[in-house]
């Protein structure tokens, strides 16, 4: 039975194909004939296309997280809000989609950094707990494990199990080039600013950007007591990016321990319409020495009055110099 079938079949779509053929089709039915079936398979193509170029209606998780990352990117209070709404939109909508995750907790760091979280505690719990939810659904996706590792760091975490997420997404994939940029803040917050200035160097070549205009070199140098190089560094930064809220605050402190008091009390009046929070209380940078560097700048910086004298930071360059020297060796002795 399958034997007598098979003729038929084949005659079908030989039928068929003569049919969609136009030389075929002229030679046997003339061309009038042909130019009616090109129409129609003209008109065909054009609504399959029409069919696929179609925008959805209902977007899905992934287009919420990509609208999202848009405003992330922004730094400013009304976008990171929204980017949060939109990312509980795409969770809601796929509760396992872990970039989704992930990035809603990178946006609960950034209302805490820029002062923006009006419960400080429960911004921390939230954030955490997305990092967590994304952590158990990432399996080997690097770019969610650096970006939890930053959170969990930034909330107060461990700082060497994030440093080991860093180091397990870029063992995953060497170009990574945000996770260059997370492993520099880790270094930060873990007091290596020298070794976190050559992560940014190398996250901004891997993007093949200015080394230059990355925020946190700035930072690096600020705790490498490197304060002229800070300075210049960190008002480059804000071409990029100018209304992002912890720059103000490192060159507010920077400008002070240099003794430029009329510069440091203007950057500090910006400050003040970006956010409410001058001075946060922060443990996230875990050397004590770097810490007290920070507040002291920020604190010189807010309460100084105009025409007052030049303060030096002889004492403070001081305590530098032993805290530099300390640096190199916990650098040197640290695993690369």
Not at 146 to 163: H, K, N, T
Not at 317 to 327: E, Y
Request: hydrophobic share 35%; charged share 30%; with cysteine.
């Amino acid at each position: 039975m399958e034997d007598d079938k098979a003729p038929h079949q084949l005659s079908r779509v030989a039928a068929s194909r003569r049919d969609d053929d136009p030389a075929i089709v002229e030679r046997h039915h003339g061309p009038g004939r042909c130019r009616r079936r090109r129409h129609r398979s003209k008109d065909r193509g054009d609504a399959d296309r029409r069919a696929i170029d179609r925008p959805s209606t209902v977007p899905t998780a992934y287009d919420l997280h990509l609208s999202a990352l848009a405003l992330f990117t922004v730094r400013q209070e009304a976008e990171i809000i929204r980017a949060l709404e939109l990312l509980g939109q795409a969770i809601e909508s796929d509760p396992h989609y872990g970039p989704a995750l992930a990035l809603a907790a990178s946006c609960h760091v950034y209302l805490h950094v820029g002062g923006w979280s009006r419960d400080p505690k429960a911004n921390s719990r939230d954030g955490l707990d997305l990092a967590w939810r994304a952590l158990r659904v990432a399996g080997e996706d690097p770019r969610i494990l650096a970006r939890c590792a930053y959170v969990c760091a930034s909330f107060g975490e461990d700082i060497d199990a994030a440093m080991g997420l860093v180091e397990r997404s870029l063992e995953l994939n060497p170009g990574f080039a945000q996770g260059r940029n997370f492993s520099g803040w880790l270094r930060l917050f873990a007091g290596q600013p020298e070794r976190a200035i050559e992560d940014f160097e190398t996250h901004q070549r891997l993007r093949r950007l200015k080394p230059t205009n990355h925020p946190g070199i700035g930072v690096g140098y600020f705790f490498a007591r490197r304060f002229e190089e800070a300075r210049k560094s960190l008002l480059v930064s804000l071409h990029d990016s100018p209304n992002w809220v912890p720059t103000y605050r490192f060159l507010a402190a920077c400008c002070a321990h240099m003794g430029r008091l009329d510069e440091a009390r203007e950057i500090i009046e910006r400050l003040r319409t970006l956010t409410p929070v001058i001075a946060p209380v922060s443990q996230v940078w875990r050397d004590q020495a770097d810490r007290e560097l920070f507040t002291a700048g920020l604190r010189l910086a807010s309460t100084s009055k105009p025409g007052a004298p030049v303060v030096t930071t002889s004492s403070l360059l001081s305590l530098a110099s032993a805290r530099t020297g300390r640096h190199r060796g916990t650098e040197q002795d640290s695993k690369c």
